[in-house]
């Protein structure tokens, strides 16, 4: 085993990513964009927005209906892998685990690429401590978008816990990478302290 770091205090994992409002739902492979089925675009006739777009709404005012929209969404084939991504975050949120695994893993079977869906069910196991399927679901959620930085912050830290500096190394410096130099000072900080570990893993022959 390599040496123990300690990160810097502030060096917490980042947070779920919800999925915002998009021109085409990913999952809708078969749809136009100009002509959508009536099933997939149930309109409001209030504000002229889907189902989804309508919790999505409501989700970021932190209004507690959104759930029932999301649900209401999947029924009427709106969005479906993104309303079940983020009904996810909000059965996350309160505290029902099983349910938040259940609406990611139904979000990845419409649509298996969903970034948001890796990259929050990869969140799920790190705060349950299991890092090795946070890491696979993290490196899916990179290999769909390379550009998306958080998924290498979170990725970095269970390499880390895993003992895998090197790679933990590679990470945070693809991290810094994408983000503003402002917002890579933790970062800084956390590399600085995975060197040291790496090389002190490495003095010791304990290198991977």
Known sequence: MGDIIKFPAQASKLGFKRVRRRQRCEDDHDQLSLFPSPGAQILSFESGLGLFEQALMLDERGDL??????TKAIAGQDCVADAYCNLGIIESRRGNNPKAFDCFTTSLKHNPRHLEAHYNL?????DLDDFRLAQVHYEMAGEVDPSFANVYFNLAL?????DDFSAAVAALGKYQELVPEAEGRIARELLQDLKKSLASARNTGVSK
Do not use: S
């Open 65 to 70: 209906k959104a759930a029932e929209l999301y």
């Open 122 to 126: 990869a969140n799920l196991y790190f």
């Open 158 to 162: 269970v390499q880390a816990l895993n």
